[in-house]
């Protein structure tokens, strides 16, 4: 009998221990899918998350080329010579054929000018100045006059040639605006403004003046804006 009861009882806590194992299994399985559970929650709200702050964007956008034109005055003396610049220390060569003067006589010379580059402007004689370093040369310069015109084409520039505006004067006088106003010049060397510039020695000249040699020079400058 206690042989029975010794075999029941080891029975007895067998399938207790095999219970309680699968209790545990089972809780440990349970703990597993609400693991993953929560994770898969929590991925799903960090989707949604994510997607509520994304937003979709596009842009437009301008530029443009932006390059400063050019300015640049040229001239020429002679009408089959090209326009070319004539700065400082290279002066344009009037064709006054001036040598020889005396009392009485008037020399006439053209000179163009146009733009070189792809601005337009004024034009306007701003200086003359005269190299004359002896004591004839200063008698000569003294007696000279000139008056500087602009005409339509070279063949208007004559020694006879007048200004409506400007009697001849000294040969160092810049015209006022009035007396020569500003002439207009096109971008590109669209168009050309002529000059003509007459010197006179007058008959008043005195003798101290002969042999005397002047060297003078106009000055056209040219503006723009």
Do not use: K
Request: with cysteine.
């Amino acid at each position: 009998g206690n042989g029975d009861v010794e075999v029941g009882s080891g029975i007895a806590v067998a399938a207790l221990r095999s219970t309680r194992r699968e209790h545990r299994a089972r809780a440990r399985r349970l703990r597993s899918r609400r693991i993953r559970a929560v994770l898969a929650g929590g991925l799903v709200l960090g989707v949604g998350f994510t997607m509520t702050l994304a937003a979709w964007t596009d842009q437009e956008l301008a530029s443009s080329t932006v390059q400063a034109g050019t300015f640049s005055v040229s001239s020429r003396t002679v009408q089959t010579d090209p326009f070319v610049s004539h700065g400082a220390g290279s002066p344009a060569a009037l064709q006054l054929n001036a040598t020889g003067l005396y009392p009485g006589v008037s020399r006439a010379a053209w000179i163009q000018v146009q733009t070189s580059g792809s601005l337009g402007g004024t034009i306007t004689l701003t200086n003359v100045s005269a190299s004359a370093p002896g004591a004839a040369d200063q008698a000569l310069m003294n007696a000279l006059t000139a008056v500087v015109v602009q005409v339509a084409q070279p063949s208007a520039c004559t020694p006879t040639t007048t200004s409506a505006t400007m009697q001849p004067s000294p040969l160092t006088t810049v015209p006022s605006g009035a007396q020569l106003p500003p002439a207009t010049l096109q971008g590109g060397g669209a168009n050309t403004v002529t000059y003509c510039v007459v010197l006179t020695l007058p008959s008043t000249a005195t003798t101290a003046a002969q042999g005397g040699t002047v060297v003078p020079t106009w000055t056209f400058t040219g503006t723009t804006g």
